[in-house]
Antibody, heavy 115, light 107 residues
Framework: EEQLVESGGGLVKPGGSLRLSCAASGFSFSSYTMNWVRQAPGQGLEWVSS????????YYAGSVQGRFTISRDNAKNSLFLQMNSLRAEDTAVYYC????????WGQGTTVAVSS | DIQMTQSPSSLSASVGDRVTITCRAS??????LNWYQQKPGKAPNLLIY???SLQSGFPARFSGSGSGTDFTLTISSLQPEDFATYYCQQSYSSLITFGQGTRLEIK
């Protein structure tokens, strides 16, 4: 079964940092572009960042550019999102998703930014 | 960035109704348009990809059409399990964008 499992969410103060992880199984992780997508409470979906299969190409939404860093470890079938300088508006459920057409999603991990 | 505009933002309908949701891109995206269904508290599920291809596991009452800038998602006969929020998403650009969502509610 193709599966993605996120972890690392939690409560953090404004200005703080958090690192999210996404563990992949059941498919050839190293062959796919991977993404982070978030959803603020009661709001719609927002694409956050993507990384190509070999990490050559990396893209960010303007709302997180310069504060978030996406990375991956193909040997460990893992995707990461380092989030720095967190703001209240970064509060959301963060999902990892596979490829440019998101056929596989994780269950999400919740990030809450509050003092 | 390519802006995706969905309409309506919410819709009330009855079981058995035919429903159409539209999605407009701010520039041509060919057929790089995907639709997702999301139920409360769950991750989204891919419903339609490449504008009109039905993802495995979804019934044929769901269909998609369009190309360029204008796209539609149609549900031919609403069933109770179809009440959810639907999102369009463009995968033409590396900077992926979603529509704001259409919440489909029971009348």
């Amino acid at each position: 079964e193709e599966q993605l499992v996120e972890s690392g969410g939690g409560l953090v103060k404004p200005g703080g940092s958090l690192r999210l992880s996404c563990a992949a199984s059941g498919f050839s992780f190293s062959s796919y572009t991977m993404n982070w997508v978030r959803q603020a409470p009661g709001q719609g979906l927002e694409w956050v960042s993507s990384i190509s299969s070999d990490s050559t190409y990396i893209y960010y939404a303007g709302s997180v550019q310069g504060r978030f860093t996406i990375s991956r470890d193909n040997a460990k079938n893992s995707l990461f999102l380092q989030m720095n300088s967190l703001r209240a508006e970064d509060t959301a459920v963060y999902y990892c998703a596979r490829d440019m057409v998101f056929a596989v999603w994780g269950q999400g991990t919740t990030v809450a930014v509050s003092s | 960035d390519i802006q995706m505009t969905q309409s309506p933002s919410s819709l009330s309908a009855s079981v058995g109704d035919r429903v159409t949701i539209t999605c407009r891109a701010s520039q041509s995206i060919s057929r790089f348009l995907n639709w997702y269904q999301q139920k409360p508290g769950k991750a989204p599920n891919l419903l339609i990809y490449a504008a009109s291809s039905l993802q495995s596991g979804f019934p044929a009452r769901f269909s998609g059409s369009g190309s360029g800038t204008d796209f539609t998602l149609t549900i031919s006969s609403l069933q109770p399990e179809d009440f959810a929020t639907y999102y369009c998403q463009q995968s033409y650009s590396s900077l992926i964008t979603f529509g704001q969502g259409t919440r489909l509610e029971i009348k």
